[in-house]
């Protein structure tokens, strides 16, 4: 019985012996197989890979071209070609290193070119939905991809750039890596590098950056296009500068009272010397191309993009802007921008921010967008102002929708609206007259303020006079909501109103604003193409009415005159202009059914003009481009009087 136990022992422990090595065995043939598998890969992928010391190594690219609507006329050229002075690291700006490790990668001279901690970073910042994120590729990867890759999300592009980091790393030291990136990458505008970055944007080396100014540049390492001091995004380049400050701040980089001072900084930036025609609608397109297709794409394939833009017409907008600007400048309004549409089609024939683009000097208090009566760069026609009177008619449209019109009377007279923002509201009309009963024809082509709240409270509805701006486009309306409204209380966005009044000129189809007619790759064939696709959001008795009001040159007449600048002899054009609290914004907007043209003037700092309504200031502008398109028109159709 003993015996036959110990031979049971050992043949247990033989048997453990033989599956032990066969484990062992099949443990080491895996391992041997995902191993030479693995290297086959790593050699498949790497075998066609370029030289990391090799930094001339490039695929011919082409650049995107930006036409004008006639397919002829180029506004812009996206990396036509690249700008760029090489500099050694030690003639750059230790602010401008410390700013960039900071908030593109920190542990750079602690990884070995692949950061696991910053892949587990991004993840879990992803995930929670925080922003701005630093991302999860190191800056030798940056390197890598910019140099050799692009931006393709694959697999095999993201191994090779892991090898090719890896070798970067083994060949080069910290510093040289980083030297190599601040050489090599775009910040927009054509300039490659930061020496002519720091040059494009403001004027000096790289080497004299304020912490403010190297904090922008880190900035614009992100999104160069979109982050463009000069185009709509202004107020998110200067949050990421915030945040790259802070970011250094948090790093002992600076101390916080560096950051506050950085923060508080005054910067100016240099005007853009590089060749472009209508600059901000083309630079607003270049960011929303860069956005939809990445930079790296738009600089290598040779895009052609074909906008919306009528280029004698914008000719004209710029010229006219200009002209009429500096006449208003007398009166203190110091800019003006300009939007024009077709309402059939919502695509944007001319757009103008801002007077005088290119001009050589800004007004004397104007600091870096701050308290600055115009700042030449800055897109106007995107931005949220308070629109005056001109909102009337959305109002007005609603009411109509419930089944009253024009005929409908209210009674002018001083009213206590209640509390309102914590005091009696009780608003006056312009003239401070009050003109007893009135229709609501008589109301909205005078444009008068008390009945005006009255429709809008007791006809047509608060939330529903908010729907129907929403429906008509309008994005920048935000509660609490109150009476001041229909007054134009609320900011809004030139495009969005001149777009909302296109569907009026549209019978009540209403169509979103594009700057795009088609995009062909390089070998002409279409990638993207705009389609037309209307949608009904008032019916055609309500829009025919506002029409008939806004064209009334009759029933306007006892407020603006029997010729004013909104009478044209032989057509009918619906107007209504908009002037804002205490005069800080002047608007006209106007339309027949084959254009809709939107004027604003003002200030860039909200600073009052002078104490004249709408149409003193931005009335003259309207009329001469409306002049020019019903010229135009008749030219076109000698019988197509309106």
């Known amino acids: 019985m003993a015996e036959r136990k110990f031979y049971r022992r050992v043949y247990q422990k033989t048997r453990k012996r033989e599956l032990f090595l066969l484990s062992l065995k099949l443990f080491g043939f895996c391992f041997l197989t995902l191993f030479a598998a693995a290297l086959f890969l790593v050699i498949s992928y790497a075998k066609d890979l370029p030289r990391p010391e090799d930094f001339n190594e490039k695929e011919v690219t082409q650049s995107t071209k930006i036409y004008a609507r006639d397919g002829k006329t180029l506004l812009y050229e996206i990396y036509g070609e690249e700008k760029r002075t090489v500099v050694p690291l030690d003639q750059i ?57 692009g931006r393709e999300k694959t697999g095999v592009r993201k191994t090779r750039e892991v090898i090719l980091t890896l070798e970067l790393e083994r060949r080069y030291s910290k510093d040289q890596i980083l030297e190599f990136y601040l050489n090599q990458i775009p910040f927009g505008q054509n300039a490659y590098g930061i020496e002519e970055a720091s040059k494009s944007y403001f004027q000096k080396s790289a080497r004299d950056l304020s912490l403010a100014e190297a904090a922008i540049l880190v900035s614009l390492v992100k999104a160069p296009g979109r982050l463009s001091p000069y185009g709509p995004h202004k107020d998110e380049l200067l949050a990421r500068k915030d945040y790259v400050l802070r970011r250094m701040a948090d790093l002992k980089f600076i101390t916080p009272e560096e950051e506050q001072a950085a923060k508080d900084e005054a910067l100016k930036f240099a005007k853009i010397s590089q060749k472009i025609r209508a600059p901000h609608f083309v630079l607003w397109v270049k960011g929303l191309l860069e956005e939809k297709y990445g930079e790296d794409f738009l600089k290598e394939k040779g895009l052609r993009v074909y906008t919306t833009l009528d280029w004698d017409l914008q000719e004209s907008a710029e010229k006219i802007v200009e002209e009429r600007a500096k006449i208003n400048q007398a009166y203190r309004s110091y800019n003006a921008a300009v939007t024009i549409i077709s309402p059939q089609t919502g695509e944007i024939l001319a757009l103008v921010g801002s007077k005088d683009f290119f001009g050589d000097s800004y007004p004397p208090d104007c600091q870096s967008g701050r308290n600055c009566l115009f700042e030449p760069q800055f897109n106007v026609a995107l931005a949220p102002r308070q629109p005056g009177s001109s909102f009337k008619p959305l109002v007005y449209a609603t009411a109509f929708k419930k089944g009253f019109d024009d005929k409908t009377t209210i009674i002018d007279e001083q009213t206590n609206f209640g509390e309102w923002g914590g005091k009696d509201y009780i608003p006056q009309n312009y003239d401070g007259l009050f003109r007893g009963v009135v229709t609501l024809r008589q109301a909205l082509a005078q444009s008068l303020n008390i009945p005006s709240i009255k429709v809008l409270l007791n006809l047509a509805g608060l939330e529903d006079s908010i729907q129907t701006a929403r429906d008509l486009g309008i994005t920048t309306l935000k509660p609490p909501f109150g009476p001041s409204i229909v007054l134009g209380g609320y900011e809004t966005k030139l495009l969005e109103m001149v777009s909302a009044y296109g569907a009026f000129a549209n019978n009540g189809l209403w169509l979103k604003p594009t700057p795009i007619l088609k995009i062909e790759d390089d070998k002409g064939e279409i990638i993207e193409e705009n389609k037309i696709t209307p949608k009904r959001v008032l019916e055609t008795k309500v829009t025919a009415l506002i029409n008939d009001i806004l064209s009334d040159n009759d029933a306007r007449a006892a407020m603006f005159g029997p010729r004013s600048l909104l009478f044209f002899e032989n057509y009918r054009v619906a107007v209504k202009t908009g002037t804002t609290q205490s005069f800080r914004d002047g608007w006209t907007i106007g339309y027949t059914p084959s254009i809709v043209i939107g004027v604003w003037t003002g200030n860039n700092d909200n600073s009052p003009m002078g104490k004249e309504p709408g149409i003193v200031f931005a009335g003259p502008i309207f009329h001469e481009l409306m002049k020019k398109s019903l010229e135009t028109q008749k030219s076109l159709d000698p019988e197509g009087h309106q």
Do not use: C
């Not at 908030?103 to 696991?116: P, T």
């Not at 991302?135 to 890759?149: C, E, F, K, N, P």
């Open 93 to 149: 700006s230790k602010y401008l290193k410390d700013g960039l490790l900071a908030a593109e990668d920190a542990d750079f001279y602690r990884h070995h070119g692949v950061s696991l901690k910053g892949i587990v970073r991004a993840v879990l910042a992803d995930l929670k939905f925080l922003a701005p994120s630093q991302g999860a590729s190191t800056i030798s990867q940056q390197l890598v991809r910019s140099s050799y890759l």
